[in-house]
């Protein structure tokens, strides 16, 4: 199965290989332990800091939930800034964990707008946490964070920030971004399987959660217990395989200028639909990880998936309201090649054609007077 969706994303072989090597005992190897900090450390690399990271065993939702879980206290008033589905999501944790989600909604199909954050933030700005996400997967738009987070610490505001899908795609600088938790997942750019949350923390969030005046109300995700536990390397049985298949892919992706990768197909994937007729979703902000496409009229995404899964092809629809009016692709991680691309616009134009959609020209005649097949 050809893989091009909006994660998760083709793992290489040579992934699933480490992750078939089971060799240790992650508790009672010392060796194992060393080669652990390595990885964490791979993951700070990533986005250019020494800042501590550290992985926990879970989806990157888990990151998501024990952000709020580990920072904020019950009472605490929680700066929720979005513009899509999974920026809204915090404020449901923020609520679950008793505090208040200050929703501040800003448009759907555009980056959030910094003069307006910048005025609300004049007359409203008594928060001690504020969240956000990096790159709307579901509706490929990404937000430019260090203006965001960089606004927010005038005001002492704590930022976290949800990069699942840009981690290992888009330039990050954690420390000149001005982030204080930077979540990440495995199985998006860095396309390693599902089953691990990359989180980075600044001393400023862990003064906060060593501040606090009531316990954090869990134990599995307490951020302390992963960066700090006492006794032990770990607060509960490392799955070791996972980190094995997940320094294999982080060397991959370190290996190449998945800066210039991911921004390279983004632009060709955004002009090929264009020129060819389509209306892309976001108006401004695009994605350089997945690009969300606006369906033909009359055509329903699930229309032209069901078509491209005939041809062995996987590309992700839309998310809630927009299930069935948009069409995702993820130009992301190991997704990335001439070849699948070849073969997702090969299939795309036999989809179009079955439906009776008339494109402006040829999807994959498109393609191959691209730039990036030109350099090829
Ligand atoms: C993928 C993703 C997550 C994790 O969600 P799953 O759909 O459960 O994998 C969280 N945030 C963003 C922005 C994502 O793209």
Do not use: W
């Not at 302390?224 to 294999?248: C, H, I, M, Q, W």
């Amino acid at each position: 199965m050809k893989i091009l969706c909006a994660g998760p994303t083709y793992i290489d072989e040579s992934v699933m290989e480490k992750m078939g090597q089971s060799k240790t005992n992650p508790d009672l190897d010392p060796n194992y332990e060393k080669f652990h900090r390595s990885v964490e450390r791979k993951i700070s690399k990533l986005v250019n800091t020494d800042a501590r990271s550290f992985i926990m065993l879970g989806e990157a939702i888990l990151g998501l939930e024990a952000s709020i879980c580990s920072l904020m206290e019950k009472g605490e008033k929680v700066l929720v800034i979005y513009n899509g589905f999974f920026g809204e999501g915090f404020a449901s944790y923020v609520e679950g964990y008793g505090g208040t989600a200050y929703r501040y909604e800003d448009d759907f199909q555009r980056g959030i707008n910094l003069e307006k954050l910048e005025n609300f933030l004049k007359n409203h700005n008594d928060f001690s946490i504020a969240t956000m996400v990096h790159c709307e997967t579901p509706t490929g738009i990404t937000n430019d964070i260090k203006s965001i987070c960089s606004l927010l610490k005038k005001y002492d505001i704590l930022t976290v920030v949800d990069a699942v899908s840009s981690v290992g795609g888009e330039f990050i600088n954690f420390d000149d971004f001005n982030i204080d938790v930077l979540i990440a997942g495995s199985q998006k750019c860095i396309s390693a399987p599902v089953g691990l949350t990359l989180i980075t923390i600044s001393e400023a969030a862990k003064a906060k959660i060593k501040n606090r005046k009531s316990k954090i109300p869990s134990y599995y995700l307490n951020f302390e217990n992963s960066y700090d536990f006492k006794g032990a390397p770990f607060p509960y049985t490392f799955n070791e395989n996972l980190v094995y298949a997940l320094d294999r892919a982080l060397d991959l992706v370190l290996q190449r200028d998945f800066v210039k990768i991911h921004r390279d197909y983004a632009l060709e994937t955004r002009e090929i639909f264009t020129k060819c007729g389509f209306e892309l979703f976001a108006k401004d902000s695009l994605s350089n990880t997945l690009t969300a496409v606006k369906t033909p009229e009359n055509i329903k995404s699930s229309d032209i998936l069901k078509g491209l899964i005939k041809r062995d092809i996987i590309i992700s629809k839309g998310v809630a309201q927009n299930a069935e009016s948009i069409f995702r692709i993820g130009h992301m991680g190991n997704n990335i090649s001439l070849q699948n691309f070849k073969e997702l616009y090969i299939a795309l134009d036999e989809v179009f054609k079955e439906l009776n959609v008339k494109t402006k020209a040829s999807l994959y005649e498109t393609f191959l007077k691209s730039d990036i097949v030109k350099k090829d």
